[in-house]
Structure formats: C-alpha cells, structure tokens
C-alpha cells in the first residue's frame, strides 16, 4: 500500500509515518519525495492484512491506498512523475534521446576502440559491448571478461562515452561496476533475483532488458527487486523482442508495449532494435518505430567488420549504415518532439 503525504507535510510528519511502518508494523518503507508531495510505500508480503485506517490516522497523512498491481515501486501509483536517470552529463527519460551504440563482444582494443570513436562521431552518448557474455551455447565465445572491461574502460576514456556492459553473475557485479556506468541485465537473466537485488545494492543505473517469455507485470517486478536496494530510482527498461510462434525476425518485435508499458511506470524505456531484428537490414526500420514509438533511446549493436564478428554479425550495423541511421533518427526525434 502506499501513504500519500498531505503537500504541506513537515520532515517530522513524515519521520514518524516511516517510523510506524518500520518500527511497530515491521514492514519496509521506500520514500518517494516528489515535487508535489511525498508518498511511503509500506512494503511486506502480509499488508493486505492491515487496515489502511492504521495509517490514515496519522499526523500528516492525506490517504492511503492499496497498490493493486503486483508490482510496486516501479508503478505509478508510487511515482506519478517519470524517471529521469541522471549520470554525468546525460539524462535518460528526458527531451533527448540517448543512443548506445557498440559491438556485441568486446573483441579487442583495436576493434572497441574503433566502434567508440564510430558510435561518438554519429552522437551515441554510450558505448555498449559485452564483455561477460551469456551464450546459448557452452562452446561460443564467451568474452574477454574483465580484460574484456579494462578495454571497454579506456575505448569509454578516450572516446568520451559512458559504459554499459552486462553483468551476468552476482560475483561479478563488483568487478563489473568498478569499470561500467550502466550494468546490463540481459534477457536471459531477467529472472535472476540473487542478481538483480547484488545489482540493486551495487546503486548503479542498471539497464533491465525485457526476459525472452517474460510479461510486462514480471520485468515490472524485476524492476522492482532493483529499486528495492537502489534507493532512489536508476533503472532503465529496455525491450529487446520476445519468443513468440513467429519466427520471421530473431524475435518478435515488441514495439507496441511502448505506450502501454509507460502508463504503467516511471521509469525511462529504451528499445534494442538489434536482437529484436536479428538481421542489419531490418535494424534500422526498427530502430525508427521506437523513436516514433516513444521510448527514450536506443541501444544498437555496431562492428568494424560484421562478417567477422565474433558474436550477433548478422544483425550488427556497419558504421557507416549507423551514421546514415543516426541522421535520420535526428530529423525523426524531431518530429516526435525529442532530440539527439
Ligand atoms: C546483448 O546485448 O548482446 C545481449 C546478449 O542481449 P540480450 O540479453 O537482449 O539477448
Ligand atoms: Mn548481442
């Protein structure tokens, strides 16, 4: 349930109410300070048992209402207002659009180096690239690992560009996050909750791909063990396609849950048009139906030299194709109100 401060609730009010729901409920609080006033989520697995009169009574409070979806801080009803990830100089969630753009794999300096100095000339403000890689198969690459990073780390220095990178591993999530903006969760690890709660604690932005199969109220969830441990909010959606009957591109695109996935949460959504497609004839149509869709920014995969690529060539755009595609993006934002 969550407890609506009134607007002119003082910090002593509000002191007390969390100081309740902690100390004499037992149940978790997770402060959301909003412009127009503060709202408590009393979170447990029992709260339905507790008459909202408990809290209504309170010194302060202006309602108190049951959170009828099964996901909670990510909703809404916890904050009206959206998300914008702050890091550095770039805003997720805001008027401009973010871009991440970088090969699948880090393969090498060279090549990492290559695509961020490529991704920062076309106006990607981040450089993506894997690092530990989940595999379907056991026998393909599974990348550099933390040399992998140290290659990642100085292509971002050089370049100018944030890092994200995925973490697959709760082990990991230290070495990953000493050396990346953004942790990446990806698809496969989507329902991983030992991993998202190490990620949550880790308090860096973390980029949440939508699961293979997974519903929209499930990678709500998942969002929701990140934001437990995160504090304030710093966590970025991203769909990336799902498995469906069809297998017509790699994945299913789901670029219409855009809208509908935003009403429910705050929280910014970017598109993977890459997975979804599959193929680096369709990335670029893809990658326009996001933007015209509403989200936030994209995250492409790019290479030197696709044919060689050590992971997800085929669906990987040359550079020169993702400059092409980034000044249309640019004449497009426009359109839809946003910038790049
Ligand atoms: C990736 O970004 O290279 C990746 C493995 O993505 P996903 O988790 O969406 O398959
Ligand atoms: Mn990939």
């Given at each position: 349930m969550i407890i609506e401060m009134e607007k002119n609730a003082t910090r002593e009010e509000i002191k007390d109410v969390i100081n309740v729901v902690i100390n004499d409920f037992k149940f978790e609080a997770q402060v959301n300070t909003g412009e127009e006033r503060t709202v408590i989520a009393v979170l447990g697995?029992?709260?339905?048992?507790?008459?909202?009169q408990s809290f209504e009574v309170?010194?302060?409070?202006e309602r108190v209402v049951r959170?009828?979806?099964?996901?909670?801080?990510?909703s809404r009803d916890f904050k009206p207002e959206n998300t914008i990830v702050k890091i550095d100089n770039i805003e997720i969630g805001g008027k401009e659009l973010i871009i991440m753009a970088g090969?699948?794999?880090?393969?090498s300096e060279e090549q990492i180096i290559g695509c961020a100095f490529a991704a920062k000339k076309s106006g990607a403000k981040v450089l993506r690239g894997g690092a530990f890689k989940p595999r379907?198969?056991?026998?393909?690459f599974q990348g550099l690992k933390e040399e992998g990073l140290k290659f990642l780390f100085k292509a971002g220095l050089e370049a100018e560009l944030l890092i994200v990178t995925e973490v697959v591993s709760s082990q990991d999530v230290e070495l990953v996050a000493s050396y990346a903006d953004i942790l990446q969760i990806g698809a496969r690890n989507m329902q991983n909750y030992q991993l998202l709660e190490a990620v949550g604690k880790s308090k860096k932005p973390v980029l949440l791909k939508r699961g293979l199969s997974a519903t929209i109220e499930e990678w709500l969830m998942a969002a929701d063990y990140i934001l437990r441990g995160n504090g304030e909010p710093k966590v970025i959606l991203c769909n990336r396609g799902i498995r469906t009957f069809?297998?017509?591109?790699r994945f299913t695109y789901d670029v219409g849950i855009l809208p509908g996935v935003r009403h429910l949460t705050h929280l910014p959504i970017i598109t993977d048009p890459s997975h979804a497609a599959g193929n680096y004839r369709y990335v670029p149509d893809f990658a326009k139906m996001a933007v015209v869709g509403g989200a936030d920014g994209l995250i492409v995969e790019i290479h030197p030299n696709p044919k060689k690529a050590m992971s997800d060539g085929a669906q990987s755009l040359t550079f020169s194709d993702f400059s092409l595609l980034m000044e249309e993006l640019k004449k497009i934002a426009e359109v839809v109100g946003r910038k790049i």
């Open positions: 697995s029992n709260t339905g048992d507790i008459d909202t309170l010194s302060g409070v959170i009828q979806r099964p996901f909670k801080l990510a090969p699948c794999s880090v393969e379907t198969s056991p026998f393909a069809d297998n017509f591109t």
